[in-house]
């Protein structure tokens, strides 16, 4: 009987290379939130990188776990040799919802970012 491509077991360094790219899309994803204006001069530089400090914290912090998650998963990785797609699918759908739980961190920060500014825009024209 022949067995369709995907059927058959599949090395495991290629998955844990696809977790890597999710991981390092994760961590580039969660650094998108640091936002310094091109152009300021020292003090102003120094007064917007103190506003960024609790995007700064909250990134590290962030990272700190992707990464300890990332560890564990190679890891558990490093005695496994092939996988079969059961096991795909279910890593698969961990690293969907791990890049889903990243994504969704920064959107209630922009939506804070935003009403802020429309605040800001508010009171100064009032």
């Known amino acids: 009987m022949r067995q369709e491509p995907w ?7 290629r998955l844990l290379l696809f977790s890597d790219a999710v991981f390092a899309i994760s961590a580039t994803l969660l650094l998108m939130d640091i936002r310094v204006s091109a152009g300021l001069g020292p ?3 120094s007064q917007t ?3 960024q400090l609790p995007a700064i914290a909250a990134y590290a912090l962030s990272f700190a776990v ?4 990332w560890l564990f998963h190679h890891r558990i990785f490093a005695f496994v040799a092939r996988v079969d ?3 795909v699918a279910i890593v698969v759908w961990v690293l969907l919802l791990s890049a889903t739980v ?3 961190r920064r959107w209630p ?8 500014w429309r605040e800001s825009r ?5």
């Open 122 to 126: 508010s009171s100064a024209t009032d």
């Open 85 to 87: 797609t059961h096991i």
């Open 66 to 69: 992707s990464g300890q998650l």
């Open 102 to 104: 990243i994504a969704r």
């Open 49 to 51: 990188l103190r506003e």
């Open 43 to 45: 003090a102003q530089f």
């Open 7 to 13: 059927e058959e077991p599949v090395a495991a360094d």
């Open 109 to 116: 920060r922009r939506a804070r970012e935003e009403t802020r």
